[in-house]
């Protein structure tokens, strides 16, 4: 090694080592080949926009519409991807808070319990622009400061239609596409954190598309650099209308024989290898004759479940990229790492 070779080692260190002094700054290592499979127990901090809809009697918006309970959504969410991760997934909720008004919009604009009834019950359009304003909810709760303080790993927020919320937006420094824009201007925070943003009105299966589509950005990035057949995450998503006859597990809106979005139900027959992920890392290229009956006859639920079980989750690494897939949906950190 030559001496400018080692000298930029040393520095490469130097600055590595700096960085994980900083708040919040830990990094998880790369995987090692040989490292165990280890669960993760991400902590998350939900955030309920649940506006007070009537001053006098406390009533709240989901109590006025009938929307579901935030508690039995999280519950039944926790409880599926502990199922489908086979156990390597045990989210806790480590603190909530309700908020009691509408946020306020990108543009300043804030709902009143009137003018939101007026756009729900169909008298008046929705307001233009309709995105949250995510800044000014970071800031006025310090979701930053307390992710680097350790409080939590990630952060749900609850709310209701036109609430104007990703489906999950990136915090921090280095944050990339996450089915969002990365939310700029957060370089303070140098440990990467997700905001999902969930819908009371929605279901669990909502939730867990979601999530999903978050697995897709994070799975994405993870193999950009990877080309052909070396690009496992191309292989696992490729459904039959964009590969004819080679077919595998499909996207979230895609099931295996899907021919257009949210096509769950469809009844066609076509062949998949989507149980050969069941077998990762040792793929046969063995498939079959599968159909919507193998995913729920088109419930959103019961196809996300199905399409979730396959993600990998086993020891080890294949060509530097985690046998675990779950590593990296969780947490971005590892995407990075």
């Not at 991760?85 to 009137?114: C, H, N």
């Not at 003018?115 to 929705?126: H, N, Q, T």
């Not at 990365?182 to 990467?192: G, I, P, R, W």
Request: aromatic share 12%; glycine share 8%.
């Amino acid at each position: 090694m030559s001496t400018l070779d080692r000298l930029a080692s040393v520095i490469g260190k130097m600055i590595s080592e700096l960085a994980d002094q900083l708040p919040g700054g830990t990094r998880p290592e790369p995987v090692r080949p040989d490292e165990p499979l280890q669960a993760m127990t991400p902590r998350a901090y939900i955030i309920n926009f649940d506006p007070i809809m009537d001053r006098s009697t406390g009533e709240r918006l989901t109590q006025r519409m009938g929307w579901n309970k935030v508690d039995d959504l999280v519950k039944g969410y926790i409880a599926d991807i502990d199922e489908c991760s086979g156990g390597l997934v045990k989210y806790s909720v480590v603190g909530r808070e309700d908020v009691d008004d509408f946020p306020a919009k990108i543009d300043g604009f804030q709902y009143t319990p009137a003018s939101f009834l007026d756009v729900i019950e169909g008298r008046a359009p929705a307001h233009d622009p309709d995105g949250v304003d995510y800044h000014r909810i970071v800031q006025d709760l310090r979701l930053i400061e307390r992710v680097v303080a350790g409080e939590f790993d990630e952060v749900w927020w609850f709310g209701y239609p036109y609430a104007g919320f990703y489906e999950s937006r990136m915090v921090g420094k280095g944050a990339f596409w996450c089915n969002a824009p990365e939310l700029e201007n957060t370089d303070q925070c140098t440990k990467l954190f997700v905001i999902m943003g969930f819908s009371y009105q929605r279901g669990v299966g909502e939730m867990l598309e979601d999530l999903g589509h978050r697995a897709e950005s994070m799975l994405s990035k993870v193999y950009e650099h990877k080309r052909g057949e070396a690009n496992l995450w191309q292989r696992f998503s490729r459904y039959d209308k964009v590969a004819p006859g080679q077919a595998e597990v499909g996207m979230m809106h895609f099931a295996p024989n899907s021919v257009q979005d949210y096509d769950w139900g469809n009844t066609t027959v076509v062949t998949s290898r989507c149980d050969d992920w069941l077998n990762f890392p040792n793929l046969t290229g063995q498939a079959r004759q599968v159909t919507c009956a193998d995913w729920g006859n088109g419930d959103i639920r019961a196809h996300h479940k199905w399409w979730f079980k396959r993600v990998p989750k086993v020891a080890g690494a294949t060509d530097g990229i985690a046998n675990n897939w779950w590593c990296y949906i969780i947490d971005p950190n590892h995407v990075v790492a």
